[in-house]
């Protein structure tokens, strides 16, 4: 077991253009999490997924956010024209669900840095 | 205001000081979480708790429901402490009645000097 992969690391993009990053979780783990995370902050939940089904959007998701998880294995995000408020670092974390008990801890991924020029 | 605070922001020690770091909370929770966040990104799980008192090593983490308040502890702390520790909840449930997405504090930058 590796633990949960993000790729790629960081990206530098330019304003307008679209931007792709995949995360692999923890390969028993049904739930997958997205967090986005500004400098001197805590971290913030974007989405969840269940296996393949994505259960709960936040409203910082706007229209120009989408992640999907095709198979219930890996999952992506995709963000279209980007803007420089975007730039952040992008955490993708994962877990056992539903469950009550210690299983459901979130293991995360070192992210991905995503900067907007 | 946040849901989520925690004190202090930043807090310097000496290696071998015990350190408290305190997490209060506005609502009513599922679980408090504590994790690490070294330079770089990388967050790690450190406790997750419900009630009472958990020990792992040289961390101690504590909660009082009624108060809404928990609190990290480190002792005999070593630079190699010196990381962000950032306080989280899982604030509700699922349809799976599961804690699922979190909230988070901001963070407490420790550095522990030798």
């Known amino acids: 077991d590796t633990g949960v992969s993000q790729n790629p690391r960081h990206k530098i993009t330019k304003r307008g253009q679209n931007v792709t990053f995949r995360c692999d979780p923890i390969?028993?783990?049904?739930?997958l999490y997205w967090y986005r995370q500004t400098l001197g902050q805590g971290p913030e939940f974007l989405t969840y997924?269940?296996?393949?089904?994505?259960?709960?959007k936040s409203r910082l998701l706007s229209d120009r956010f989408s992640a999907e998880r095709p198979k219930g294995s890996f999952s992506t995000l995709e963000i279209q024209r980007t803007e420089q408020g975007d730039s952040a670092m992008y955490l993708c974390?994962?877990?056992?669900?539903?469950?009550?008990?210690?299983?459901?801890?979130?293991?995360f991924g070192a992210g991905t840095r995503l900067s907007v020029l | 205001k946040n849901e989520v605070e925690q004190s202090p922001q930043n807090l310097t020690a000496q290696e071998g000081e015990f350190i408290t770091i305190n997490c209060s909370y506005s609502?009513?929770?599922?679980?408090l979480h504590w994790l690490q966040q070294h330079p770089g990104g990388g967050i790690v799980s450190l406790f997750m708790?419900?009630?009472g008192k958990k020990k792992h090593g040289r961390l101690i983490a504590t909660i009082n429901i009624q108060e809404k308040h928990s609190s990290l502890h480190i002792t005999a702390s070593h630079p190699r402490d010196s990381a962000v520790y950032i306080c989280?909840?899982?604030?509700?449930?699922?349809?799976?009645?599961?804690?699922?997405?979190?909230?988070f504090g901001k963070g407490t930058l420790l550095t522990v000097n030798p």
């Open positions: 997924f269940q296996n393949e089904a994505q259960l709960e």
């Open positions: 989280a909840v899982s604030v509700g449930q699922d349809s799976g009645g599961s804690n699922y997405k979190l909230t």
């Open positions: 974390a994962s877990s056992f669900g539903p469950t009550w008990d210690s299983k459901n801890i979130q293991y």
């Open positions: 708790l419900s009630s």
């Open positions: 390969s028993e783990h049904n739930r």
């Open positions: 609502v009513g929770i599922s679980a």
